[in-house]
């Protein structure tokens, strides 16, 4: 590839630059979709304080590699070997690829374990804070990348991961490797693929051209597109229609 720069950008989690908790993404995480019942008055309460607990815990860090993109016999060119037809379905029709790792750092992790020895709730609700910040922190992270972008018609096509779809989870590796992800942002990974801090993401997205006309155009329609263009129809995690 023509640069192998990494980049690292950090957030303070304050004054804005990353959005607020979404509480019913945080219940849809912890297994409650569309929140908890009215019998569920414990529950709520505890979230609260979870939600207090949590000031000052989370560390936003991403780290990323961006490169121009060609296609050879329909499959994107990219930094390490692989053969999936869903990321060349999300890829397509970008100019450019960017990938990329984030985490909201091992003090999540620490809570989540001594969330363990008081009660299952509470941890319980700790993973499922920790999932909510490191995606909010990866829409973030998009968002920003393409408001500094030069051109302001560009879009990005859906995140895709190792592990979806066709694409082996074992790809986490060439992420770790490429992005240098230990030493630009603290993030190592286990002989069984588990990463540490927990509570982070590896992904690759592309760039996608401005459309003439200024509207969504049909390419941007051709990618992962999230929850709908999963496989999975009975994941717990799922997403309700109307979110995507």
Request: overall charge negative; hydrophobic content about 35%; glycine content about 10%.
């Amino acid at each position: 590839m023509d640069d192998n720069t990494v980049f690292v950008k950090r957030y303070t989690g304050s004054e804005d630059s990353l959005s607020a908790v979404d509480a019913g993404e945080v219940w849809r995480y912890a297994g409650f979709p569309g929140g908890p019942s009215g019998e569920d008055e414990p529950l709520e309460a505890l979230f609260e304080e979870v939600l207090a607990q949590s000031r000052g815990v989370f560390r936003y860090d991403v780290c990323y590699r961006r490169f121009p993109l060609r296609f050879e016999d329909g499959m994107p060119v990219l930094p390490f070997a692989h053969s999936s037809k869903g990321l060349a379905r999300c890829l397509r029709g970008s100019r450019e690829a960017v990938m990329m790792a984030a985490t909201v750092g091992i003090g999540t992790d620490r809570m989540i374990a001594r969330a363990q020895r008081e009660s299952a709730a509470r941890a319980l609700l700790w993973q499922a804070l920790g999932a909510e910040r490191v995606e909010a922190l990866c829409d973030t992270f998009c968002a920003d990348l393409l408001k500094e972008s030069a051109d302001p018609g560009i879009r990005e096509t859906p995140r895709f991961s190792p592990g979806y779809g066709d694409l082996p989870l074992e790809t986490q590796k060439d992420f770790v490797r490429i992005l240098d992800c230990s030493r630009q942002i603290g993030v190592s990974l286990s002989e069984t693929l588990l990463m540490t801090p927990s509570k982070s993401v590896t992904a690759i997205f592309g760039i996608l051209p401005a459309c003439e006309d200024g509207k969504r155009g049909e390419v941007a329609d051709r990618g992962g597109q999230g929850c709908r263009g999963c496989a999975a129809k009975d994941c717990m995690f799922r997403k309700t229609p109307g979110r995507s």
